[in-house]
């Protein structure tokens, strides 16, 4: 194997013409020019800044009366009371019976026991929740605003992430509004939910992928000032072998998995992903069998950067429960999910096993308490017996219960089934503000709905990409392809349990890119005055105050607004958003 590039060539012989006759430049002259272009084109100061001030509009937009309702929305209940017990005690404690109303009068002491609590998601997103109520209070404002600074930071980095794609501030600013007026996205933003994070993680990490590819590519051109003549040249190796981009990705992909496991979906196909654009790469500097060839030289590397290194940020991310899982060994050695085998039936929304084995019990249950390394090891195995147990509860226990809102996944692209998280209703006439005519009345609501232009729009715009990436050969068409797919049909095989729409949260980035790319198609590459760019941009900029104007029309159902009930149901648009 060729670990360093050969000895200068003669050069490379370009192998073919544009329409008009240019002679289309080398994989090398491509690679070199890639960021050095883009930089000649676009002021980096005036794309970061301009990046940057569209997030601060966004997380005005999501501090805005952010306290209000001033309650437990939905799922909050669970996750600000946990995120409190983290932040404080080190690791989730159960609570009291009425703790809710105690909190939201202002009491926090004495509601936490000291015995841990099941929980059945991993920890990363309830450290970000109780870091803001750390800071602000254990107050609806305080188990919020981790989520609205995160989803203003999603903004920024879709801005920049678009900008990287298609060279343009303008698009990747199209691209971060486009987020930025999503409802789904803006709701949950200022809600004290898991989806959030773990959407933004997944984005972060597949921005230093693509990052990666440009790197990659680069660094390749510099090392190879020609192109690979020798058949048995496998092009640079060594020298390819740590890739910064692609570790801070899989420091990204940590993140996300610890915030949820279904970022272990997307993480696979991406990783895939890589390993096709790095033979590709190959593949165009002319090395022979480059797709065998990039198992080993780039598979590997990408492997251990990407799964390996998130593995260890995951396992880092539990550190909390590992330095109290004597606390977990003593409470939930024998919890009635280890009891279980899988065989079983429902009866009365509960799981029952055929052969319950009630003396299941963590093999660290009876043993003493370990020191030094051997400490690490015990909590590591306690640790994976709590994962079984957290796993037998999403494929069992959930199966066998139901809720009102619970969607069928293929219906999440076109919204559903949108999740209701706050209601107030049947505020009479003359009351709280309420200037409903006789005989009907007012109410307040928060629902989990997307801006349907844009996602309507979106599904639209992935079949585009699809039919792109495959025709076209253009590789950025397939971000979104996969990320979209990746994020959502793995959820086809769990319709058989309470799945929400706002799930599909971690899709939508991927929706906003398909969009923006066909938008740059629409627009055209060249900058100079023309029919075709002026029909584009006058029907990209309808799409995008279309969406705008959407977004302005459902504003009082994402922020808890009063309205009457008339003017509730015009935003109602079908009965399944009831």
């Known amino acids: 194997m060729s670990t360093d590039a050969p000895a200068p060539g003669p050069e490379t012989v370009s192998l073919s013409r544009t329409a008009d006759g240019s002679v289309v430049p080398t994989a090398q002259e491509r690679a070199q020019g890639r960021d050095q272009g883009r930089l000649a084109l676009e002021d980096p100061f005036v794309g970061w800044s301009a990046a940057v001030g569209l997030g601060l509009v966004a997380l005005f937009m999501r501090l805005w009366k952010l306290g209000s309702p001033a309650e437990f929305q939905f799922d909050e209940t669970y996750y600000a009371k946990d995120a409190w017990s983290l932040v404080n005690h080190g690791y989730v404690r159960g609570y009291v019976d009425g703790a809710d109303e105690q909190i939201l009068d202002g009491t926090v002491r004495g509601l936490w026991q000291d015995d841990p609590s099941m929980i059945v998601h991993p920890e990363v997103g309830k450290w970000l929740i109780g870091l803001g109520e750390k800071l602000v209070g254990m107050d609806p404002t305080g188990w919020r605003v981790s989520s609205a600074v995160v989803g203003a930071l999603m903004v920024v980095v879709m801005a920049r992430l678009g900008r990287r794609l298609t060279g343009s501030t303008g698009l990747g600013l199209v691209a971060g509004l486009l987020l930025m007026l999503d409802g789904l996205h803006f709701v949950l933003s200022r809600l004290a939910l898991l989806d959030i994070f773990l959407a933004f993680f997944i984005l972060c990490a597949v921005a230093c992928l693509v990052a990666d590819r440009d790197w990659y590519r680069a660094r390749m051109a510099r090392l190879q000032s020609t192109a690979v003549t020798h058949p048995r040249s496998w092009g640079p190796v060594r020298a390819l072998l740590f890739r910064p981009w692609l570790m801070a990705s899989g420091v990204c992909w940590g993140l996300a998995v610890g915030t949820k496991w279904t970022a272990l979906y997307p993480l696979a196909a991406f990783g ?43 396992v880092a991310t539990w550190t909390g429960w590992m330095v109290n899982a004597a606390e977990y060994e003593r409470s939930l050695s024998s919890t009635q999910y280890t009891q279980f085998t899988g065989a079983g039936k429902c009866e009365d929304d509960s799981f029952v096993s055929e052969d319950p084995d009630t003396g299941a019990r963590w093999p660290t249950a009876d043993q003493a308490d370990a020191a030094g390394p051997g400490e690490l090891v015990q909590s590591l195995r306690s640790l994976w017996a709590y994962h079984q147990d957290v796993y037998v509860f999403h494929t069992h226990f959930l199966s066998c ?77 397939g971000v979104p392809v996969v990320g979209a797919l990746s994020t959502w049909l793995p959820w086809l095989f769990y319709d058989d349990r309470p799945i929400f729409l706002f799930y599909a949260s971690a899709m939508l980035p991927f929706l906003v890119l398909a969009l923006t790319l066909l938008i740059g198609r629409l627009v055209g590459p060249s900058r ?50 009831i």
């Open 272 to 314: 895939i992903l890589v390993w096709v654009w790095s033979a590709g790469a190959r593949r165009s500097f002319g090395v022979r069998r480059p797709v065998l060839r990039s198992v080993l030289a780039d598979g590997l590397p990408a492997f251990a950067h990407l799964v390996l290194v998130a593995f260890v940020v995951y």
């Open 401 to 477: 219960s139901s809720h009102t809102y619970q969607s069928d996944p293929l219906g999440w692209p076109l919204l559903g089934r949108p999740v209701g998280v706050a209601a107030d209703t049947g505020i009479e006439p003359g009351t709280r503000g309420c200037e409903a005519p006789e005989g009907s009345d007012c109410l307040r609501q928060v629902l989990l709905l997307g801006t349907p232009v844009l996602w309507w729009g979106g599904c639209l715009a992935l079949l585009a990409a699809a039919a792109l990436w495959v025709g076209a050969r253009d590789w950025r068409y």
């Open 528 to 577: 100079e005055p023309s029919t075709r760019r002026t029909l584009g941009v006058v029907a990209a900029g309808s799409f995008v105050v279309l969406v705008l104007l959407n977004f302005a029309w459902f504003w009082p159902v994402y922020t808890h607004e009063l309205l009457t009930h008339s003017q509730w149901l015009d935003r109602i648009w079908f009965s399944r958003w």
